[in-house]
């Protein structure tokens, strides 16, 4: 109740992030369905209905990240002082964290299933009733214990998920104290925050493992055209080398992404830098690990799109094959719009930190137009060094794949 009572009195913009997680939650309970009605139509294509059901991992990961970068930002759910009196310290908050985000991804999974069954013919409301009876497997009955166990999936992953990254932590400037031989604590030293650069070498690392990887398993025959996510390496499907590739690489992006935004900043700050390069390179220091992951996550479904791309063009032509149906697409669809959706939180989430440090700038003198000068630096530096990356990793991901 009190997390209605907080959505309910929420801000706009706050109300705004909660429908995209819902919507999202939408497109990936539709998803699940889709899989579990291919399923049930076609009981002998069991390898056919693991893939589907196997590509609905991406979309879930990419909500679920979504959801909880939400919380994270939601500030009905951050502590205040005086809440601890009312019984809302911080355990209570990143519970009621969880909560408003499962009810956000009930509500997703809820209208999924309406717009499931009034598209398969099993409602008759709308016009569009039975329009893509066809498509769905309408003739098949659904198993309503296995749809609401899929559509109570995503709720379930992202309410843990709030709950164990919202969970409150203790401040240790080093270890728990160890007894002398006369019984006496020994004096503990502090332990040194880990940088946020420290995940660059073994994100470049992964890199080159994965496209290794992928170099060595992708010269190999040509599945048939109309094999379910066929890809180049393998007869009759995905070969697990290339994705276990390209995984690696999206793995090494996403651990590389702090450490590439920290060293961002430090080339901003490097010379003799003015007051806007200063400002834009320290704060993108201070935000390397806020913003950065973020961004790796999203530089590596770049990646992965460009990679399609590129190996698919010209399948996409009418007259050619199509290795990507609709359903496919709207896995994608998912995927781009949540990482976008997360990088976007995650910067705004890091401006609103800052805002003290704003406040203090122009109390200062400091000009409004510095800092938004600032703001386009680091935009652009950003943008100067993970895009050509992005590109240069996905043109490697594909080069073994070319025929």
């Given at each position: 109740?009190l997390?209605l009572?907080l ?6 913009l706050v109300?705004?992030r909660r429908?995209?997680v ?6 990936v309970g539709?998803?699940?369905l889709?899989s579990?009605g291919?399923?049930?139509a076609h009981?002998k294509?069991?390898?056919e209905?693991?893939v589907r ?13 979504f959801?909880?970068?939400v919380?994270r930002?939601?500030p009905?759910t951050?502590?205040?002082d005086?809440l601890?009196?009312i019984g809302?310290?911080p355990?209570r908050?990143s519970v ?6 499962a009810i956000?991804?009930t509500?997703g ?13 099993n409602?008759?409301l709308?016009?569009l009733?039975?329009?893509a009876s ?6 098949a009955a ?9 559509l109570?999936l995503l ?8 709950a164990?990254?919202?969970?409150p932590?203790k401040e ?8 002398t031989?006369d019984g006496e ?8 925050p ?5 995940g660059?070498p ?11 990887l992928e170099a ?5 025959p040509?599945p048939?055209?109309?094999s379910?996510l066929a890809l180049p390496?393998q007869?009759g ?5 290339l ?7 999206s793995?090494?992006l996403?651990l590389?992404?702090p ?7 430090v080339l901003?700050s ?6 806007t390069?200063?400002?834009a390179?320290?704060?993108?220091q201070?935000?390397?690990?806020r ?11 770049a990646?992965?799109?460009?990679a ?6 010209a ?6 094959p199509r290795?990507?149906g ?6 994608a669809?998912v995927?781009?719009?949540?990482v976008t ?6 910067a705004l989430?890091?401006r609103q930190?800052r805002?003290d440090?704003?406040s ?12 938004r ?9 950003l943008?100067?060094v993970?895009?050509?990356l992005?590109w240069v990793?996905?043109e490697l ?7």
């Amino acid at each position: 109740m009190l997390s209605l009572r907080l959505a309910r009195g929420a801000h706009p913009l706050v109300l705004l992030r909660r429908l995209l997680v819902a919507l999202a939650a939408a497109g990936v309970g539709f998803l699940l369905l889709c899989s579990l009605g291919y399923a049930v139509a076609h009981p002998k294509a069991t390898q056919e209905s693991l893939v589907r059901l196997l590509w609905c991992a991406a979309p879930l990961a990419a909500v679920v990240q979504f959801a909880l970068a939400v919380a994270r930002n939601d500030p009905a759910t951050r502590p205040r002082d005086g809440l601890d009196a009312i019984g809302l310290g911080p355990v209570r908050l990143s519970v009621l964290a969880a909560t408003s985000t499962a009810i956000a991804c009930t509500l997703g999974s809820a209208a999924a299933l309406l717009v499931y069954l009034e598209l398969r013919g099993n409602l008759g409301l709308t016009p569009l009733s039975g329009a893509a009876s066809g498509l769905l497997d309408g003739r098949a009955a659904l198993p309503w214990g296995a749809a609401l166990t899929l559509l109570g999936l995503l709720p379930a992953l992202s309410a843990g998920a709030c709950a164990i990254a919202l969970r409150p932590r203790k401040e240790r400037a080093g270890g728990a104290p160890e007894a002398t031989a006369d019984g006496e604590a020994a004096p503990t030293t502090a332990r040194a925050p880990r940088p946020s650069y420290a995940g660059l070498p073994w994100g470049v690392a992964i890199i080159a493992c994965g496209l290794a990887l992928e170099a060595y398993v992708g010269h190999g025959p040509a599945p048939a055209p109309n094999s379910l996510l066929a890809l180049p390496g393998q007869e009759g499907g995905a070969s697990p080398g290339l994705l276990g590739g390209w995984l690696l690489a999206s793995l090494g992006l996403v651990l590389a992404g702090p450490g590439l935004t920290h060293w961002c900043g430090v080339l901003l700050s490097s010379g003799r830098p003015g007051a806007t390069r200063l400002l834009a390179g320290r704060m993108l220091q201070d935000a390397a690990t806020r913003i950065g992951r973020p961004l790796g996550v999203l530089c590596a479904v770049a990646s992965g799109a460009l990679a399609a791309v590129e190996l698919y063009g010209a399948a996409w032509e009418r007259s050619g094959p199509r290795p990507f149906g609709p359903l496919t697409g709207l896995g994608a669809a998912v995927v781009m719009a949540c990482v976008t959706a997360t990088a976007i939180t995650a910067a705004l989430d890091a401006r609103q930190l800052r805002s003290d440090t704003a406040s203090a700038l122009h109390r200062l003198g400091v000009p409004a137009s510095l800092l938004r000068g600032a703001a386009a630096v680091r935009s652009l530096v950003l943008l100067a060094v993970l895009a050509p990356l992005t590109w240069v990793i996905a043109e490697l991901t594909a080069l073994p794949l070319m025929r």
